[in-house]
Structures are given as C-alpha cells and as structure tokens.
C-alpha cells in the first residue's frame, strides 16, 4: 500500500511540481479513500484541509520531498 501511494503522490508531483508550494491529492483505493501530499519542508496544506479522518503519517525526506498520507472523509462530505 505504502509503494502505491509513493507512486501515486510522485506522479501527481510530477504533473503539478512548484518549487515552495505543498499541494495534496485524495483518491480512492481498492481499501478505502486516502489523500497524500507532497512538499519540500512540510505539508501543512493536508494537515489544514480537514480532508483526514487519520492524523497524517509522514516520511523523513529521504527522497528530497516529504510524502505524507492519511485515511480520507469520504469525497461526499469533503470540501476539497
């Protein structure tokens, strides 16, 4: 699971990559809804969406980029 969310969030950067901004993604899985994000120091921007029934789990920048993920609100009651 941890291996597809990586793709998933290294993807979207890739489509959408700014230098100092944090953006974060919700998909579905195949076990339930999830939002990832990605940033340089932090990712505040999930951490501030109300998006997350879980608190969000981080990496330690290994990568260059911090990837944090979390359990999604289900799209119907999310505002994002």
């Known amino acids: 699971m941890r291996l597809a969310l990586l793709t998933i969030v290294i993807v979207a950067a ?3 990559r700014a230098n100092a901004r944090t953006d974060f993604y919700c998909f579905v899985t195949p076990v339930g809804e999830g ?3 990605e940033g340089r120091e932090s990712c505040r921007a999930l951490d501030n969406s109300n998006s997350c029934v879980t608190d969000p789990e ?4 290994e990568l260059g980029i911090i990837i944090c993920s979390c ?3 289900p799209a119907s009651r ?3």
């Open 78 to 80: 999310r505002n994002h």
């Open 35 to 37: 939002c990832a994000c």
């Open 58 to 61: 981080c990496d330690d920048g």
């Open 71 to 73: 359990k999604a609100i």
């Open 14 to 16: 890739g489509i959408s």
